[in-house]
């Protein structure tokens, strides 16, 4: 069974400044994808990035960047030139990669609640 | 993107009954939905993988016979908590795996239920 591991139940940053979201993983298997989500308080599940395990390359998107180091089963969320929009929970996320059906179900880590202070 | 919808956003009701709550995708036909049930505060848990026209795999400590889940289209997956009581009150998720991806899970905005 996989397990995910977010070892910071609370963060804060400054608008306009980086912050990095730790995150923490274990697996035997050696295909899987990695996955970063947002839960605003509206509680509506939004998609920040996601990684495939064969890639080497790290995923970006805009302001969101990971650093995902497969030896030691660490994914981490780099949040560049915070806003106020990104106060929400952040969720990271494992799937197994293929097999269909009840394979693609997502383990979570129990999340970090992001707050933005202006 | 795809749309996931949920209905009701929110419900309550009285210990001892059964409440459904519904699950559409709204623009994609779904293979394979999940339903999560989440505490304030606390992560999501899956609770099953529902499959359509067949039976759902359920999660290991989860009651098949209080929540029983259908699929019985493409569209449209149902979790119907049966003999409900105030500790099933939660907030209850479901998402959908578009076809032809293998990866990407679009979740539905979630239901509250409060059992008095």
């Known amino acids: 069974a996989q397990t995910v591991t977010q070892s910071q139940p609370e963060m804060s940053v400054q608008e306009a400044e980086t912050v990095t979201l730790s995150c923490t993983y274990d697996t035997s298997e050696n295909n899987y994808y990695l996955f970063w989500y947002k839960q605003p308080p509206s509680r509506q599940m939004i998609l920040v990035i996601r990684q495939e395990a064969y890639k080497q390359q790290n995923a970006t998107e805009n302001r969101f960047s990971v650093n995902f180091q497969k030896a030691a089963k660490s994914f981490s969320l780099k949040i560049s030139d915070s806003q106020l929009g990104d106060t929400a929970m952040y969720f990271c996320?494992?799937?197994?990669?293929?097999?269909?059906?009840?394979?693609?179900?997502?383990?979570f880590g129990k999340g970090t609640l992001l707050t933005v202070n202006p | 993107g795809a749309v996931v919808s949920q209905h009701p956003s929110w419900v309550i009701c009285k210990s001892g009954t059964s409440v459904k709550i519904e699950c559409r995708s709204l623009?994609?036909?779904?293979?394979?939905m999940f339903w999560y049930r989440q505490f304030p505060k606390q992560s999501l848990m899956l609770m099953a993988t529902?499959?359509?026209?067949?039976?759902?795999?359920?999660e290991q400590g989860v009651e098949k016979d209080k929540f029983l889940i259908n699929h019985a289209s493409l569209t449209l997956s149902t979790l119907t908590v049966t003999s409900a009581h105030p500790e099933d009150s939660s907030f209850y998720i479901c998402?959908?795996?578009?076809?032809?991806?293998?990866?990407?899970?679009?979740f539905g905005p979630g239901t509250r239920l409060t059992v008095t």
């Open positions: 998402s959908a795996l578009p076809p032809g991806t293998t990866y990407e899970q679009y």
């Open positions: 623009d994609f036909q779904a293979t394979t």
């Open positions: 529902s499959n359509e026209g067949s039976k759902a795999t359920y």
């Open positions: 996320a494992f799937m197994k990669h293929g097999g269909g059906g009840s394979n693609y179900k997502l383990t």
